[in-house]
């Protein structure tokens, strides 16, 4: 018994020790670490306020800032044990505290992230000569989102992770004048690896909208369900309520093998008239967008989508109920829209 006792304590004192070591040496050099493994893969010049060690095998950065992509107020990482495993790192949690995300889509209709990841093996520029003539400057093209882990990336395993009043902004490379951004953002994950595996994702979220100029301004946006990613399958809701708390969207998503439906209702009141151009085809897009402009119009309208996980587009939707003018001044009623044909290609000249 006695010798139980004294290896109980000596173990005791001996994690005391390393403890005590690891606070010190991240006191001393945690920042100037973390700052040079991320400034080694970043573009964007990355800086920290400070880094502080969180017992049992974590670290605290206080605000980590990331030029033109990402900021954060605090930013809490614990390790698994063990930190390497057979899927890559093993992160038991991952805690958020107001962070801020600027995401972009491309002139090409592609979300990708502002390019702040270096490039691999740069080819090195060939010597001026004395005849060349200067070149214009060519801005770097963004990042795609898909390019974002495959960077000599081994995976990861993400066990938890929380996300508290965070903000997101989204920029249209293609137009400029329309805003987007998420405020308020706070929601958890859990059970999350990367390269993806059949496993089920949870998810919940909540958020306040503001796309300026339309009638989804302030209001809060909530979901909630499970991702499988490898299978590219999902059950989940969204749920949308307006600044006074009433239901103004309702959607239910269901995949499985790559194909998503999604079941919903849109109940929007008291909105502002708009003209429709009569000069375009009436699509999905002209519905949405001149409902979304009107005023003194009610619009009760059930939903249904049917498209793919991996490429989710608006390329077919059947709906039922009042939903908008049908350019004559009446309601459009129990009506399914599709894409337009395309036109037919003009006819060569004929010699007569």
Not at 124 to 153: D, H
Not at 257 to 278: C, I, Y
């Amino acid at each position: 018994m006695k010798t139980l006792r004294k290896i109980l304590i000596s173990l005791f004192l001996l994690l005391t020790v390393v403890f005590i070591s690891l606070y010190f040496y991240v006191k001393a050099n945690g920042r100037q670490v973390v700052l040079k493994v991320l400034n080694a893969g970043l573009s964007q010049p990355a800086t920290i306020e400070d880094v502080e060690f969180v017992f049992p095998f974590g670290l605290s950065l206080k605000n980590l800032k990331i030029e033109k992509f990402f900021e954060v107020k605090e930013l809490d990482v614990q390790c698994g044990f063990p930190l390497l495993g057979k899927d890559g790192y093993n992160i038991a949690s991952l805690r958020f505290i107001s962070p801020r995300l600027f995401l972009q889509k491309n002139e090409e209709g592609e979300f990708s992230l502002l390019p702040v990841l270096k490039k691999e093996n740069p080819v090195p520029a060939a010597p001026p000569s004395e005849n060349a003539q200067p070149l214009a400057e060519v801005s770097e093209p963004a990042l795609p989102l898909g390019s974002l882990f495959s960077q000599k990336f081994d995976g990861v395993a993400i066990n938890a992770l929380e996300i508290r009043n965070g903000e997101l902004e989204f920029h249209d490379a293609s137009n400029p004048s329309f805003k987007f951004s998420l405020k308020q953002v706070g929601g958890w994950v859990r059970n999350f690896h990367y390269p993806f595996k059949p496993l089920r994702t949870a998810y919940a979220f909540a958020a306040v909208m503001n796309p300026q100029n339309t009638v989804f301004q302030n209001n809060q946006l909530k979901a909630s369900g499970w991702v499988d990613f490898y299978r590219k399958g999902m059950n989940g809701k969204i749920r949308m309520t307006d600044p006074d708390g009433k239901e103004v969207l309702i959607a239910d998503l269901d995949g499985e093998n790559n194909d998503l439906t999604v079941l919903g209702k849109v109940n929007f009141k008291n909105m502002q008239a708009a003209k429709p151009d009569k000069e375009k085809d009436f699509s999905v897009e002209d519905m949405l967008f001149t409902a979304l402009q009107s005023s003194d119009i009610d619009i009760n309208m059930d939903f249904k989508i049917r498209t793919k996980f991996d490429d989710f587009e608006l390329s077919r939707i059947s709906f039922s109920g009042k939903v908008g003018y049908d350019g004559q001044g009446g309601m459009i009623k129990n009506r399914e829209i599709a894409p337009a044909a395309p036109s037919a290609p003009p006819e060569e000249n004929k010699a007569e």
